[in-house]
C-alpha cells in the first residue's frame, strides 16, 4: 500500500446527511428523525440548499483546489434516494472539481436501496458505497435496533455490484450482547458470499446517553466484554485474511490497496478536509473546527450569510505529533520510527520484543497482538515507558 505521508496530502469533501428513518439503539451520531425535527422547519430540500451554500464559503476560503475524495455520511443518506444524492456530488464537481480518478462514497441502509438506486450512483459518478450491515442475525439486530432482515444487507451488496459500483464495503459490529461465535461466523459467510471488496468490522462501544447505554445501566443486558471482543477480533481476521482481504487499518481489511477506503486514510494521514452539513467537522494545515449540529440551525446560519461553524482550535505541534503517532500506527503500512524521540524508539524496541510491533523498512508495524493492545502501544510510544 502507498505512503501517503511522503506526497502532498488529499482534499477530501465529507457531506453530513443527518436524516434517520429511526433511531439506532447503539447510536449517538448527530442525527434525527422525522418527528424529531416536526416543527423546526428543517428538510432535505434546506439541507441540499444550505450545503450548495457552505461550498461557496468551502471554495473561498480554499481556493481552487480539486478534491481527491468525497464520502458522504450519516445519518443515513440513502433516504435522500440517489437523484438527490447526485444533487449533491454535482455541487461539489462544480464547486471545486473531482480530480482524476477520485473515490466518491455514500454510506446507505440496505433497507432504503435497490437495483435502481444503485444503478442511479453509478450514474451520478459514485465509485463506492459502504452498507451497513452489522449482522446477519436477527437477535443481533434486535438488540441493535436495526431494522433490516437479516439477508437484506448481502443482497444489497450483490445489486451494488451488479449495478457496476467499482468498490462495496460492509459495516459490521461485533461483541453485541447475545451475540454467539456461531452468530458472527454466519455474518462472516454471508459478507464473503456477497464478493464484497472491503469490510469494516468494529467492537461495540456503549456510548453515554444511548438507548443501549440505558439498558445496560438497568441491567436488561450484559456490559459488552472485553476478552469476548478480542477473541471476535481474531476470529474476522482469520476469515477475512484467508479470503485475501488483508488489514491495512485496525478495523478494516480489504482486497486490494485499490479496495481501501482512501477517504478515510486522508483522515489518517494528516489529509485535509471540509465537512460540509450540520455537526460536520474539518480540518485543514493543522487547524479543526466543527458546525453547529441542529439541521435547522445550521441552514438559518447560512442563510444569513453567517459560518455556520460552532468552534475552532488549533493544533499544536505536539498534539499534531501526537495524533500523527497515534493514527499511522493503526496502519498496515505503520509509524515511521522517525517520527519517535530516542526514549520513543527505546520504547518501540521493547515493544516489538514483547511481540507488540514488527519492524518494516525503518517503520514499525503492529502485530495482531499489538493491534489488540494499540492504545497502550500508543500511550508506551509517547511516554517512552513500557506497555
Excluded at 66 to 73: H, N, Q, S
Excluded at 113 to 119: D, G, I, K, N
Excluded at 334 to 355: H, M
Aim: charged share 20%; hydrophobic share 45%.
Amino acid at each position: 500500500m502507498a505512503h501517503w505521508d511522503v506526497v502532498p496530502p488529499p482534499f477530501g469533501i465529507y457531506v453530513h446527511v443527518p436524516f434517520c428513518a429511526a433511531r439506532c439503539g447503539y447510536c449517538d451520531f448527530n442525527t434525527y428523525t422525522a418527528s424529531e425535527l416536526q416543527g423546526s422547519g428543517a428538510s432535505p430540500d434546506g439541507w441540499l440548499t444550505a450545503v450548495r451554500q457552505e461550498l461557496a464559503l468551502a471554495a473561498a476560503t480554499v481556493g481552487p483546489r480539486a478534491v481527491d475524495t468525497v464520502f458522504v455520511g450519516g445519518g443515513t443518506p440513502s433516504l435522500l434516494g440517489a437523484e438527490r444524492l447526485g444533487e449533491v456530488l454535482g455541487a461539489v464537481r462544480e464547486t471545486f472539481g473531482l480530480a482524476p480518478g477520485a473515490e466518491v462514497t455514500t454510506e446507505s441502509n440496505p433497507e432504503s436501496t435497490s437495483p435502481e438506486f444503485f444503478a442511479g450512483l453509478v450514474d451520478a459518478g459514485f465509485t463506492r458505497v459502504s452498507l451497513g450491515m452489522q449482522s446477519a442475525a436477527q437477535h443481533v439486530l434486535a438488540v441493535l435496533d436495526r431494522r433490516h432482515t437479516p439477508g437484506r444487507a448481502a443482497a444489497a451488496a450483490k445489486e451494488a455490484r451488479a449495478a457496476g459500483l467499482a468498490h462495496v464495503n460492509l459495516d459490521l459490529i461485533y461483541s453485541t450482547p447475545g451475540e454467539t461465535d456461531d452468530d458472527l461466523r454466519s455474518s462472516l459467510d454471508a459478507v464473503l458470499d456477497a464478493g464484497v471488496d472491503h469490510v469494516s468490522a468494529y467492537a461495540l462501544i456503549v456510548e453515554d446517553g444511548t438507548a443501549l447505554a440505558r439498558k445496560v445501566a438497568r441491567g436488561e443486558l450484559p456490559a459488552p466484554d472485553d476478552d469476548v471482543a478480542a477473541a471476535r477480533y481474531e476470529m474476522i481476521d482469520d476469515r477475512l485474511s484467508a479470503a485475501g482481504l488483508g488489514w491495512y487499518e485496525v478495523s478494516n481489511w480489504a482486497a486490494s490497496s485499490e479496495a481501501a477506503c482512501r477517504h478515510n486514510l486522508g483522515y489518517w494521514l494528516d489529509g485535509d478536509w471540509w465537512g460540509l452539513g450540520p455537526g460536520a467537522h474539518s480540518h485543514l494545515a493543522g487547524s479543526r473546527w466543527w458546525n453547529v449540529k441542529h439541521p435547522a440551525r445550521y441552514a438559518a446560519r447560512l442563510a444569513e450569510g453567517a459560518s455556520p461553524e460552532a468552534g475552532r482550535e488549533q493544533l499544536t505541534l505536539d498534539e499534531q505529533h501526537t495524533e500523527r503517532v497515534m493514527l499511522r500506527l493503526r496502519l498496515a503500512s505503520g509509524l515511521p520510527l522517525d517520527l519517535l524521540d530516542a526514549a520513543g524508539r527505546a520504547a518501540a524496541e521493547q515493544a516489538q520484543a514483547d511481540g507488540l510491533l514488527e519492524p518494516a523498512d525503518g517503520r514499525a508495524v503492529l502485530t495482531r497482538r499489538g493491534r489488540l493492545l494499540a492504545d497502550g502501544v500508543v500511550h508506551a510510544l509517547l511516554a517512552g515507558a513500557p506497555v
